[in-house]
């Protein structure tokens, strides 16, 4: 079975930063593009960041360019999103998912839990 499941989350104030992880199991995830999404309440998913399969290749939505970093340990099938600068704007409940490359409107698997990130003085 394909599995995600997203940790790292919690409370931090603005200027703060965060990790998340993204740990897989039940395929070879350096096979996938993995992308970390957010939902805050009354709106909809976005992409945040994608990292692909390689790993040679990152991309960023605009709001979170420059303060947040992807990044993938094959090693630990594991993909991280390390978040600076925080704003209260990027309190959300962040998601991860399998992608077949970045950009793709495709997502492999269900959506897990999530992991709840709460930016506020």
């Known amino acids: 079975q394909l599995q995600l499941v997203e940790s790292g989350g919690g409370l931090v104030q603005p200027g703060g930063s965060l990790r998340l992880s993204c740990a897989a199991s039940g395929f070879t995830s350096d096979n996938y593009a993995i992308g970390w999404f957010r939902q805050a309440p009354g709106k909809e998913r976005e992409g945040v960041s994608c990292?692909?399969?390689?790993?040679?290749?990152?991309f960023y939505a605009d709001s979170v360019k420059g303060r947040f970093t992807i990044s993938r340990d094959n090693a630990k099938n594991t993909v991280y999103l390390q978040m600076n600068s925080l704003k209260p704007e990027d309190t959300a409940a962040y998601y991860c998912a399998a992608q077949p490359r970045c950009g793709s409107s495709l997502v492999l698997g269900s959506w897990g839990q999530g992991t709840q990130v709460t930016v506020s003085s």
């Open positions: 990292i692909s399969s390689s790993g040679g290749s990152t």
